[in-house]
């Protein structure tokens, strides 16, 4: 029996006014499964990745996490978002609270958990991600390691079946950037099904279990990272990588 995915994307197009974004993408990641997406600036990781969660409408096909239809169902939209974490480029920490604030605000309001139970999940994923001496520090005064921590820790305080990322890194300085993907390598070793739009090369090649190649809204090869890697189908594939490795 096949197992179920967690995200099933059939058929997915997307247009920005006449730019046609996304051209039919087919893709599934199965539960516990690290899919990365690679490709060039421009070529329709990211808006894939705002699709699954409905950041980004879509005008034809289907997106199902967990077997639940993305609509624009609100209600449907925001059930479907307590379910799956995302986290950005730029962290989109609240300035005004602290760290633990931050990180307890989803489960206290989306969720209506008890301040006392959510302050425990906090404390423990603060401490997850190697945290715990800030919970009362303001974002101002944390590095961009520590705020891309933060927010993953936000991200996990609401128990997601599923983790996106976008381009986390890409706005770290390159000394920082180990420390945010030394925690979500930890995530994956633990199970957590994330889809992850990368450009660190290293970590899709070490972390992945699948990489996607995009180009030009097109999913153009997915393969295990030692086949994308070493033997890329696609001349365009090559080429991406002849310039990036």
Avoid at 8 to 23: M, T, Y
Avoid at 106 to 116: A, D, R
Avoid at 189 to 217: L, P, W
């Amino acid at each position: 029996m096949n197992e179920q995915a967690i995200i099933e994307i059939s058929n997915l197009n997307k247009w920005f006014g006449d730019n046609h974004v996304l051209k039919g993408i087919n893709l599934n990641v199965l539960p516990s499964e690290v899919l990365c997406v690679i490709g060039a600036s421009g070529s329709g990781k990211s808006t894939l990745l705002r699709c699954v969660n409905y950041l980004e409408t879509f005008q034809e096909g289907e997106v199902k996490i967990n077997g639940w239809e993305v609509t624009d169902n609100e209600k449907r939209i925001n059930a479907l978002r307590a379910r799956v974490g995302m986290v950005f480029q730029h962290f989109n920490l609240f300035p005004h609270m602290t760290v633990l604030g931050n990180v307890i605000e989803g489960p206290t309001q989306v969720k209506k958990m008890s301040k006392g139970k959510a302050r425990k999940i906090g404390c423990h994923f603060l401490e997850k991600v190697g945290l715990s001496d800030k919970e009362k520090a303001y974002p101002n005064t944390l590095s961009g390691g520590q705020k891309q921590r933060v927010a993953i820790a936000r991200a996990l305080a609401m128990e997601p079946d599923v983790m996106l990322f976008d381009e986390p890194t890409s706005a770290l300085d390159p000394e920082l950037v180990g420390e945010v993907l030394s925690v979500m390598k930890d995530l994956a070793e633990d199970g957590m099904t994330m889809m992850i739009v990368t450009h660190e090369m290293g970590f899709a090649r070490e972390v992945a279990d699948t990489v996607a190649f995009m180009d030009e809204g097109v999913i153009l090869e997915k393969d295990t990272p030692a086949a994308i890697f070493d033997e890329p189908a696609e001349a365009r594939t090559r080429e991406f990588l002849s310039q990036i490795l």
